[in-house]
T-cell receptor, first 116, second 110 residues
Framework: NAGVTQTPKFQVLKTGQSMTLQCAQDMNHEYMSWYRQDPGMGLRLIHYSVGAGITDQGEVPNGYNVSRSTTEDFPLRLLSAAPSQTSVYFC???????????????FGEGSRLTVL | QQQVKQSPQSLIVQKGGISIINCAYENTAFDYFPWYQQFPGKGPALLIAIRPDVSEKKEGRFTISFNKSAKQFSLHIMDSQPGDSATYFCAASEAQKLVFGQGTRLTINP
């Protein structure tokens, strides 16, 4: 059971380039989300999805796109990378929507992105 | 603007001591308050969580204290061990969103 798998683990981009961070989970989780982690800022929610075909914005969505065509996959796209997007990105999933019942988020090991 | 404010940013505690990390929030719609633990190079993992209808929850050496009227909650680690050295994040959930505090880097000196 692999859990949440993120690829690539490391990536260097030039300003203006585009790329996709991949996230896949094999736990049949409905809810998936993307966070970025920056020193002193904690983890900030970028986008999330409560099921296939449904996505919504988090705290810092600008510059990022997502789609959810299957339950398993939730890719994060940077259309035109900027140095401000240098960060560590985490994908996370949980069984059901967070809602009021809470729910344990299972995180991947992260993707470290540097934009020059 | 950070919806959940966490302090301190870093904390050094002697082995066997008590580690205390504090968090505060403003949004009264938050209804679930977990703590996550993160080791270097890894993703965060759930440590312990509490709901606002409970004032305290204890799991082993880890305790959450929750003060609904003050909109504050804290993590206490009793008998702190070197293996507890990690970054700790408090968080709060509303609807489909889980928002995190800034994190506390905890170091336990042997």
């Amino acid at each position: 059971n692999a859990g949440v798998t993120q690829t690539p683990k490391f990536q260097v981009l030039k300003t203006g380039q585009s790329m996709t961070l991949q996230c896949a989970q094999d736990m049949n989780h409905e809810y998936m989300s993307w966070y970025r982690q920056d020193p002193g800022m904690g983890l900030r929610l970028i986008h999330y999805s409560v099921g296939a075909g449904i996505t919504d914005q988090g705290e810092v969505p600008n510059g990022y796109n997502v789609s959810r065509s299957t339950t398993e996959d939730f890719p994060l796209r940077l259309l035109s990378a900027a140095p401000s997007q240098t960060s560590v990105y985490f994908c996370a999933s949980t069984v059901q929507s967070l809602g009021g019942r809470g729910g344990e988020l299972f995180f991947g090991e992260g993707s470290r992105l540097t934009v020059l | 603007q950070q919806q959940v404010k966490q302090s301190p940013q870093s904390l050094i505690v002697q082995k066997g001591g008590i580690s205390i990390i504090n968090c505060a929030y403003e949004n009264t719609a938050f209804d679930y308050f977990p703590w996550y633990q993160q080791f270097p190079g890894k993703g965060p993992a759930l440590l312990i969580a509490i709901r606002p209808d409970v004032s305290e929850k204890k799991e082993g050496r880890f305790t959450i204290s929750f003060n609904k009227s003050a909109k504050q909650f804290s993590l206490h680690i009793m008998d702190s061990q070197p293996g507890d050295s990690a970054t700790y994040f408090c968080a709060a959930s509303e609807a489909q969103k889980l928002v995190f505090g800034q994190g506390t880097r905890l170091t336990i000196n042997p």
